[in-house]
């Protein structure tokens, strides 16, 4: 088995072992970036050469006996939205190709502070928008199961590069389901944590009261594992939650009995493909066989959650995304007459279009007169929406349903329906609206070979349950299967 | 102004709070410093970036809430205000919408000796904007300064319940003489840490209220009572013409005194606020509300009370000390741990020492005269040790110097004789030297009377108590 090939957890053994150094790990992904990124074609940035600065740096504390993090040395890649300090952070957009952030998110701060090797920038939809990279200003990731499908988004890149072996962690963001969607769509596991648990300082923001930064692994216990790192309160971020938090990896024993997980029978209609449904029906009898106890729950508004979503993210990202205005930073238009022609050619060559679609949605919303038919019927919506969560958690640990209503599709097939690529978020945003944690992970293979994703949902900071049940799936299916590349 | 109308106004006041660091991040807020050198990435609105609360803004837009009589509204949000403009770096100013931190409350003014109440609407907390450069040399483009960015302000609005420029004026004054008891603002006004909206209709007497304008870039007390007039007789004009007034925000254009259309209602802009997602609801409890106000001192409209009814002052004696908070306090002190006389100590205040202030362009703080030395000062007044002529001569050295004031009496021998028996022989020879001046006395010339104390002064050089000698010739005359 190749190092690029093994979990963080297996890797963290063998670098406290010093049976390898970090330095021969972080060489050997930079190879495989090397190899296989030219098919797909998941980072924009390589920090080749500081990569292995830093990996030799961390070689030379463990050899002077330094106590280190279980992820020191531990190759990661982040997505290209969250703030690196001296490394261009262009949210795949022509508006910030040349960005390069005088700061570090405090996620950033955190993986330095963990000793953990900063691999490089991966490819996302432009701004985080968008269920399939291909909004990227720069390329399409290819699914690393089929290169003629999208990898999902907007995390892409980061799914795409642990998937295809190319970073043996990442980190990416998830608004609507962007972290879990393309990690079900490329067979890996990703975490979308309680919103609050990890500070958004530094997240370039989309839709910053449903915005939350998250792990995506090989393994389960890989996602805990950096979940543990990142999370905690952080003084630069108010929405950031005060609490004490334990870890998560070290709670992992693979036992489900008595688990309670809610089926909600909302998330399993037609709108969902067969293959899909079948694959995590699958998943929960496993787990029913192991000893959790399944039982079918409601949760009636859900229906209303991709309209609220759509209504309440593109509000503030219309206000968020104001900023890209070329009067400081970024892309400014070359000819322009005065200030408000500056600022329309600006935005308009700067901004692809589905950045513009959700700026002029937002803008709409929030409009004097429209305001209190969308943006506060939405947010009431919202509301009511995480009740009915609240309350089906007075009965079940985990609610299990599709990440995803189907597979990847193919590169190209849906760019020209935004309905049809909004529709893919229908099963993970409401988690978004509702503030939880939610999980994606491979439960099998649909009838063309690609992976299909289970997602558990729990309730506010019980992040250990829902890792702790698919702790468990990981451990009764034997591991999940890694595309041929 | 025609006398059948009557105008209406209202003011909507912006107060620069004098925090250290500005609302959102901890940048120092500063003026008058080297462009862009308080800024980071919050404040410079880099990508990534949130802003966090600045409590103490929180706390000094309470305790102006306290001094204005307001609801202090216990939960409350802040919101975002969408517009493009190059100053405003997120291209949103965080402020408050429909919930402000305080509201319904009033204040009282005072126009000729009258006490008048407005009504305040609201008070609620935002942040400030950078500053455009605009100049030649930059080749046609404008430069941006973003150190005022993210510097906190209170934004007061008034009830439109002002029917004079006087009355606007007098409410600013009572504004800002609060804004500084309470040490929330510098109140520089040069500096901008006072400006306001203003609001102006018209309307004939008996009729509802006229179509209102609102007038920017109103910089000082008295731009905007030029502003108010200008409008006033503008809006009359146009009503006496058969016109209409629109509804408008209008320029104030101080160097030409005139207002300028900037934009009708119908461009007005659209700023889509809604909730800041980045910021918690902002809660304050019962006990830091309470606290805050037994924080408050005693305002100037109590102490004006105070002053006229329990010290005696005249009312607009009492006014003009009362305004100053540096005058006030100074007055206090003089007048409660100093035990001077009130009145001899208001006459000091706003004779020898306003005179000094003017003249130097100094403030109180930057004077060596404290309020312990003033009562001295006027304690060896009152006792006659010296006079008031010795006094003035004293201020003038411990106004500039710090040197103790019974060193000054000696070594410039000032101090008074009021020893009986010195001063009757004083008068006997002054009598006797001055026979022709006695007689015309006695023929009822009583100016004679001051020519022969002055010389009895003159003989003294200066040191014989006036008083004393005054009595002692109209005795001695009376033999």
Known sequence: ?485 | MNDEYEVVIGLETHAELSTESKIYCSCKNKFGIEVNTEVCPICMALPGTLPTLNERVVDYAIKMGHALNCKINRVCKQDRKNYFYPDLPKAYQISQSDIPLCENGYVDILVNGESKRIGITRIHIEEDAGKLLHATSFEGSSLVDLNRCGVPLIEIVSEPDMRSSAEAKAYLETLKSILSYLDICDCKMQEGSIRCDVNVSVHKKGTPFGTRTEMKNVNSFSAAVRGIEYEQKRQIAALEAGETVVQETRRWDDAQGVSVSMRTKEDAHDYRYFPEPDLLTISVDEKRVEELKAQIPELPTQKILRYVQKLGLPQQDATIIAENVDLANFFDECTQKGGASPKIAANWLLGDISKYLNETGKTLGETKLTPEKMSELIGYIEKNTISTASGKKIFEIIVAEDKPIKQLIDDMGLAQVSDTSELEALADKILAENEPSVTSYKNGKTNALGYLVGQCMKASKGKANPGMMKEIILKKLGE
């Open chain 1, 1 to 485: 088995m190749e190092l690029y090939e093994m979990t963080a957890a297996q890797l963290s053994q063998k670098l406290e072992s010093k049976e390898i150094s970090s330095c021969e790990l972080t060489k050997a992904v930079i190879d495989r970036i090397n190899s296989v990124d030219e098919k797909v074609k998941a980072y924009l940035t390589v920090n080749e050469e500081e990569a292995i600065e830093q990996a030799k740096a961390v070689d030379n504390k463990r050899i002077s006996g330094e106590k280190l993090s279980k992820l020191a040395g531990i190759p990661i890649g982040i997505k290209d939205n969250i703030s690196t300090k001296g490394i261009k952070t262009t949210c795949a957009s022509k508006m910030l190709e040349n960005y390069v952030p005088p700061f570090d998110a405090t996620v950033i701060e955190k993986i330095k502070a963990n000793d953990m090797v900063l691999l490089g920038k991966l490819n996302m939809d432009e701004f985080a928008m968008g269920s399939s990279t291909e909004n990227s200003y720069f390329n399409v990731t290819h699914n690393p199961f089929d290169l003629d499908k999208v990898p999902g988004g907007s995390s892409g890149g980061s799914a795409a590069a642990v998937s295809a072996r190319e970073a043996i962690v990442a980190l990416g963001s998830d608004t609507g389901g962007s972290i879990r969607q393309p990690s079900a769509n490329c067979g890996v596991v990703g975490l979308k944590p309680t919103y609050g648990s990890v500070s958004r300082y530094g997240l370039v923001a989309f839709a910053s009261s449903l915005d939350q930064i998250g792990p995506i692994g090989k393994s389960v216990k890989d996602v805990a594992m950096v979940q543990d790192i990142i999370c905690g309160r952080d003084k630069m971020d108010a929405t950031s939650a005060i609490r004490e938090y334990t870890s998560i990896a070290d709670s992992l024993t693979g036992d489900v009995s008595g688990v309670k997980i809610g089926i909600p029978n909302e998330y399993f209609g037609e709108a969902i493909d067969d293959d899909v449904k079948t694959a995590v029906m699958n998943a929960v009898h496993e787990l029913e066989k192991a000893g959790a106890k399944v039982c079918e729950i409601s949760l009636p508004s859900a229906k209303y959650a991709l309209p609220a979503y759509y209504i309440i993210s593109s509000a503030e990202a219309s206000s968020n995304l104001a900023r890209f205005d070329g009067v400081r930073y970024g892309y400014r238009a070359k000819d322009y007459t005065d200030l408000v022609d500056m600022y329309e050619k600006t935005r308009s060559e700067g901004f692809g279009d589905e950045v513009k679609r959700r700026i002029m949605l937002g803008t709409f919303v929030l409009s004097s007169g429209y305001y209190d038919a969308y943006y506060k019927q939405a947010k009431l919506m919202q509301r009511k929406i995480a009740g009915e969560y609240k309350a089906a958690f007075n009965e079940v640990d985990v609610i299990a349903t599709p990440t995803a209503p189907f597979t990847a599709c193919k590169i190209g097939q849906n760019i020209d329906d935004p309905l049809k690529m909004y529709a893919c978020d229908i099963c993970t945003v409401t988690v978004n609206i509702a503030g939880l944690p939610a999980l994606s992970l491979p439960c099998g293979m649909d009838r063309s070979n690609m992976p299909v994703g289970l997602q558990l949902i729990g309730d506010s900071f019980r992040e250990d349950k829902i890792l702790g049940a698919a702790y468990a799936y990981e451990k009764l299916v034997g591991g999940f299967a890694a595309p041929a590349l």
